[in-house]
């Protein structure tokens, strides 16, 4: 299959999956767009993606409510651990938020990196079994997570 064709195939799936599921499914997107660009590693290539998104929707993206809800959430991101073999990683989260809150009206793009780092971070955690469908906690972190990886897909997809 055409990767780009196979990247629109997630969009669609992941519009009626549940938030917990479409998190994983964009953020998998957005990886198989990053890997076609050139780069000798995950991050490089999707910086480079990311390079791509006009600076009106890198705004829109980071002023979102979405992303909003990401950095208000209470108790915050990695300050709750879930099971015990669950490793926080709260200063990397914390400092991520911060950089979101304090470069997103005149770095926008430096904002979205933070961004980003914590969206992967939600994912990851999802992905190494730390998340439940149901969850409270899980789902109050997966909900807003979907929009905004969502938005991050350069148009035309």
Do not use: C
Not at 31 to 54: C, Q, W
Request: proline share 6%.
């Amino acid at each position: 299959m055409d990767p780009i064709n196979d990247v629109r195939s997630d969009l669609e799936a992941a519009a009626s999956e549940s938030d917990y599921a479409a998190v994983n499914t964009l953020w998998l997107a957005l990886l198989k767009l990053a890997n076609l660009e050139d780069g000798k590693s995950e991050l490089a290539r999707m910086d480079t993606l990311v390079g791509h998104i006009p600076e009106d929707t890198v705004r829109a993206i980071v002023n979102d409510p979405a992303a909003d809800a990401l950095l208000n959430l209470d108790p915050p991101l990695e300050t709750v651990i879930s099971h015990p073999r669950e490793k926080l990683e709260t200063a990397k989260i914390t400092a991520a938020l911060e950089k979101v809150r304090s470069e997103r009206a005149a770095a926008p793009r430096e904002a979205l990196a933070g961004l980003g780092f914590v969206l992967k971070a939600i994912r990851n955690k999802r992905e190494h079994g730390f998340k439940t469908r149901a969850g409270y906690r899980d789902t109050r972190d997966t909900t807003p997570s979907p929009t905004v990886v969502d938005q991050a897909v350069p148009s035309g997809f």
